[in-house]
C-alpha cells in the first residue's frame, strides 16, 4: 500500500511541475497540487516504515523491537502529514478568491445535496484548520517536554 500510496502522490506533484498534464480547479494555486501531493507521499511513507519495522501489532502500533529512528521518523512523517492539511484547510478559509462549497447529508434511507454559503464554508475549512494548528502545537510542546525531560533525566544519572 505505501508504494501505492507513493505513485499516486506523484500524479498532483508532477502535475503542478507540468510533468503531466493536470486541470486544476481556477484560481487554485500550485503549491496546494504540492502539498496534497505530499500528504499521499508522506503517508506512503509511514506505510513503508511499517514494514521495514516487520509490521504492527494487533493494536496497529508499532512492536517493541523496533529501532527509535523508525518511530521518530513515523512521528516526523505524521507531523508532515498534519501540517499539510492544516496548510491547505488555512488557505482555503482564509485565502483570497472566491470559493464554491456544496454540502451533502446523508442519513439511511435519505440523502440530501446542495449548495452551500461561502461564508459557512469558510468557517466550517477555519474551524478545522485552527483545531489541526492547536493539535500541531499541541504535539510539538509535549515532544519537547520530552526531549528536554529526558535530557535532565540523562544528566542527573
Same mark, same amino acid.
Given at each position: 500500500m505505501g508504494v501505492v500510496f507513493i505513485a499516486f502522490s506523484l500524479i498532483p506533484i508532477l502535475g503542478r511541475?507540468?510533468?503531466?498534464?493536470?486541470? +486544476?480547479?481556477?484560481?487554485?494555486p500550485g503549491w496546494v497540487a504540492i502539498c496534497a501531493g505530499l500528504g499521499f507521499l508522506f503517508a506512503g511513507a509511514i506505510l513503508l516504515s511499517d514494514a521495514v519495522a516487520g509490521g504492527t501489532g494487533p493494536d496497529g502500533q508499532l512492536l517493541d523491537d523496533? +529501532? +527509535?529512528?523508525?518511530?521518530r521518523f513515523r512521528a516526523v512523517m505524521g507531523l508532515a502529514i498534519?501540517?499539510?492539511?492544516?496548510?491547505?484547510?488555512?488557505?482555503?478559509?482564509?485565502?483570497?478568491g472566491e470559493r464554491h462549497f456544496s454540502m451533502s447529508v446523508?442519513? +439511511?434511507?435519505?440523502a440530501a445535496r446542495g449548495a452551500s454559503s461561502e461564508s459557512l464554508g469558510r468557517w466550517m475549512f477555519?474551524?478545522?484548520?485552527?483545531l489541526i494548528w492547536i493539535v500541531i502545537a499541541g504535539a510539538l510542546i509535549s515532544t519537547a517536554r520530552e526531549a528536554l525531560a529526558k535530557r535532565g533525566d540523562a544528566r542527573d544519572g
Open positions: 511541475l507540468r510533468a503531466i498534464r493536470v486541470q +486544476p480547479t481556477d484560481g487554485t523496533v +529501532p +527509535p529512528w523508525i518511530k498534519a501540517v499539510n492539511l492544516a496548510t491547505i484547510a488555512s488557505w482555503v478559509a482564509f485565502g483570497s446523508s442519513v +439511511p434511507f435519505m477555519g474551524s478545522m484548520a485552527v
